[in-house]
Every structure is written in structure tokens, then in C-alpha cells.
């Protein structure tokens, strides 16, 4: 256990449903991330939250909605995907945004988008 | 802006030789290095990081790291690689210019053989 939690671990779903993935951390950290995670390509920082306001939003479509409840708790609802959202949804944590203490990852969401 | 290079999509070692993942960066300013290891179907942990501190840093697993930055580069290595090791390995970066969000490389993918 990594101290960041993801479920589900896997999910398929229509390009017409709705549909969240939940991220739970409980290291204290007030920072949370979405990255998505597709073959062949790097890494893709989408959203960034410290202290439950968003900081960031690296040009995500709107078909992502993240939403921050409190600083242990991040989501990603999900709407009307296309084929090409699938990917390893992969939430992460730190301490704060100083950079100096890296990330700690969950397990990821494999998401495919039928 | 800020970019990591990882020379290498995958990376062929024997079991018990050395270990040398290689990656570069790019940072105007100061930059926070890491490493991170993923293993099929989990997300990343943090292997190591360089923080402005020691410029030889030591990580879990008996990984390690040099940063030099006359070469701009952060390469990892082992001694003596096991069958464990065989992972995805990511190099990333982050400094102030990018609100210290990580920057990843594209990944190096390490098999070891017996």
C-alpha cells in the first residue's frame, strides 16, 4: 500500500456514460494531481490542487471534470469519453508545491473507453 | 520551459551486470531531479531524488545517481542488477519556472536477463 488510494483499478465504460474515479490519500499531504498515463507518450500532468483549489489545469477537455472535496480526496468525473481517454489514470500527492519532496503515486485507474 | 530526455526506450542488461539508465535535462534555473520506478500495473515509486544537497545520491534497491551539472545530466545506476529490477524507469524534473510541477521523461523500460 502506498498510502494513495485508487478505485476502481479498472473500469470500462461507454463514450456515453458518466462515470468518477476517486483518489484518497491520508499522508497528510496538501497537494493532490491527476496524471494520465498513455502508451508511447509521457507522462501528462492535467490538473493540480494544493489545499483544495485547483492551481492548474494543463489544457484538460471539459469531458474531465476534477473536483477536490477536501485535501485527502480527489476526483475525476468522467462524460461522453472518446477511445483515445483511454489510458493509466494515475492520481498522486505531496507535501505542498516546494517540488522538494517528489510524489507519492497511487496504483492508477485503467480506464478503457468503448 | 523545462524538459527531461531519457536516452533509450528500453535497455537489455544480464543479471549481475552494471545498471545505467541515462537521462538529461534542460532548466534554466536550479532544477529538483528524480527517479521513479514502475512496475507492471502499479504506479510510480519514488526511487530517488536531488534535492540541491549531495550531488551523489543514494536510493532504495541499491540504485543511485549522479547529478552533473557541467553535463546537465541525472543517470542512474546499480552495480549489479537482479531480476526484480526489470521495470519501467522514469527520469523527471521540476523547478520553480514550472511551479515546481514534476516534468517526466518518456520512460526506459529495463529487462534483465538470466
Known amino acids: 500500500e502506498t498510502g494513495v488510494t485508487q478505485t476502481p483499478r479498472h473500469l470500462v465504460m461507454g463514450m456515453t456514460n458518466k462515470k468518477s474515479l476517486k483518489c484518497e490519500q491520508h499522508?497528510?499531504?496538501?497537494?493532490m494531481y491527476w496524471y494520465k498515463q498513455s502508451a508511447k507518450k509521457p507522462l501528462e500532468l492535467m490538473f493540480v490542487?494544493?489545499?483544495?483549489?485547483?492551481?492548474e489545469n494543463n489544457s484538460v477537455p471539459s469531458r474531465f471534470s476534477p473536483e477536490c472535496p477536501n485535501s485527502s480526496h480527489l476526483f475525476l468525473h468522467l462524460h461522453t469519453l472518446q477511445p483515445e481517454d483511454s489510458a493509466l489514470y494515475l492520481c498522486a500527492s505531496s507535501q505542498d508545491l516546494a517540488g522538494n519532496y517528489g510524489y507519492t503515486f497511487g496504483s492508477g485507474t485503467r480506464l478503457t473507453v468503448v | 520551459a523545462q524538459s527531461v530526455t531519457q536516452l533509450g526506450s528500453h535497455v537489455s542488461v544480464s543479471e549481475g551486470a552494471l545498471v545505467l539508465l541515462r537521462c538529461n535535462y534542460s532548466?534554466?534555473?536550479?532544477?529538483?531531479l528524480f527517479w521513479y520506478v514502475q512496475y507492471p500495473n502499479q504506479g510510480l515509486q519514488l526511487l530517488l531524488k536531488y534535492t540541491s544537497a549531495a550531488t551523489l545520491v543514494k536510493g532504495i534497491n541499491g540504485f543511485e545517481a549522479e547529478f552533473k551539472k557541467s553535463e546537465t545530466s541525472f543517470h542512474l545506476t546499480k552495480p549489479s542488477a537482479h531480476m526484480s529490477d526489470a521495470a519501467e524507469y522514469f527520469c523527471a524534473v521540476s523547478d520553480q519556472n514550472s511551479g515546481y510541477a514534476l516534468n517526466f521523461g518518456k520512460g526506459t523500460s529495463l529487462l534483465v536477463t538470466p
Open positions: 499522508l497528510g499531504h496538501n497537494a
Open positions: 490542487y494544493n489545499f483544495k483549489e485547483q492551481t
Open positions: 532548466s534554466s534555473v536550479p532544477p529538483y
